[in-house]
């Protein structure tokens, strides 16, 4: 492979194979730049860049199934993200639970409770504590998919989530965001983009158990000033 290009790491051990090396510059940018330029790496300096927003498509099929789903709740409602993709982002259930009320006694919206797949009695068992119709767990039964996701965030007011995927689907969905963060992982490379967001940061490495509600609660304030009435 005369001219092939090898992309990512072990550049001793590959160099004798490639032509060209190309490193990602962890830490220092957000992924989506940090992606972006390895195609100016490969095509040159003429490769355009820039105004590479975020997007993604409805699935039609999650989207007959999402909107059957809202017609359940009252305009305009607010999904609170219950999963995080490790120990050290995932909020503990009392955080959760003092987050949906908080958030649900604040705008007096119906709060969604959402879940990663295999963690549905987690959100059954939010939804249950709080014994309000107005808190309502997506899907009914069963788990979601990502495109389900998708439609679903699009649909909202505004999501609330600790630091996982569903933080750039609020961007390519132009959904107002609350991200709940620990500084154990790179804010500079996961930061939400292309949306009205606001970030909570926890200190000191700590993990996201450690957050008070209260902190989580003033970022959504924030959040609420800046966005549309």
């Known amino acids: 492979a005369p001219r092939g290009i090898k992309v990512g790491q072990g550049a001793e051990k590959y ?3 490639f032509n060209a090396l190309l490193t990602l510059e962890r830490e220092t940018r957000h ?3 940090i992606i972006s330029s390895i195609g ?3 095509f040159g300096p003429g490769f355009d860049t820039t105004h590479r927003p975020y997007s993604l498509v409805d699935d ?3 989207v007959q199934r999402v909107e059957l789903f809202l017609a359940l709740c009252a305009p305009g409602p607010i999904i609170v993200n219950a999963s995080a993709g490790s120990r050290s982002r995932q909020p503990t259930f009392a955080q959760l639970r003092g987050l949906i009320s908080a958030v649900r006694m604040r705008t007096q919206k119906t709060i969604i409770v959402t879940s990663a797949p295999g963690q549905e009695s987690l959100r059954e068992s939010l939804v249950r504590s709080e014994s309000d119709p107005g808190v309502i767990g997506f899907p009914l039964e069963g788990a979601a998919t990502f495109a389900d996701m998708v439609a679903l965030i699009r649909r909202c007011r505004a999501l609330i989530t600790p630091d996982t995927s569903l933080v750039h689907v609020a961007g390519a ?5 609350l991200g709940i963060y620990t500084t154990a992982f790179s804010l500079a490379e996961w930061a939400p ?4 967001s606001e970030i909570v940061l926890g200190e000191n490495d700590r993990p996201l158990s450690e957050m008070p509600v209260a902190s989580m609660m003033e ?3 924030r959040l609420m000033r800046r966005m549309p009435k």
Do not use: C, D
Request: charged share 20%; proline share 8%.
């Open 40 to 42: 100016e790496q490969v």
């Open 31 to 33: 992924m989506a730049e």
């Open 219 to 221: 970022g959504f304030e």
């Open 60 to 62: 039609p099929a999650s």
């Open 173 to 177: 969905t132009l959904t107002p965001l």
């Open 15 to 17: 160099r004798f194979y």
């Open 193 to 196: 983009r292309n949306t009205i």
